[in-house]
Nanobody, 124 residues
Framework: VQLQASGGGLVQAGGSLRLSCAASGGTFSQYTVGWFRQAPGKEREFVAAIRWSGGNLYYADSVKGRFTISRDNVKNTVYLQMNSLKPEDTTVYYC??????????????????WGQGTLVTVSS
């Protein structure tokens, strides 16, 4: 499975962006897809994930109520709608696919395929 993340850019605090993760190759609909982010010098951290069925959603506490993850298995694409953006959301965002169990959903080691990252910059 090859993943292509897009949609990053520059936005003012309080604004919105929608990231997309487009997949090709493999059977995308069988995978859980997650979004992670990594600032320079820091560990890659979990942001959100969605099961293959779309019925189970997971969020980091820092983005709950502001970010929404969704997927379209026909288009082989997962979206991350980011609202009420804050300067501390500034970093590179990565999408990833794998088959984690619930207890390992937030671990980057649970994901096998990774996209190249897209930069989100939130100005104050």
């Amino acid at each position: 499975v090859q993943l292509q993340a897009s949609g990053g850019g520059l936005v003012q605090a309080g604004g919105s962006l929608r990231l997309s993760c487009a997949a090709s190759g493999g059977t995308f609909s069988q995978y859980t897809v997650g979004w992670f982010r990594q600032a320079p010098g820091k560990e890659r951290e979990f942001v959100a994930a969605i099961r293959w069925s779309g019925g189970n959603l997971y969020y980091a506490d820092s983005v709950k109520g502001r970010f929404t993850i969704s997927r379209d298995n026909v288009k082989n694409t997962v979206y991350l709608q980011m609202n009420s953006l804050k300067p501390e959301d500034t970093t590179v965002y990565y999408c990833a696919a794998g088959r984690p169990i619930s207890s390992t959903m937030m671990r980057r080691e649970s994901y096998v395929y990774w996209g190249q990252g897209t930069l989100v910059t939130v100005s104050s």
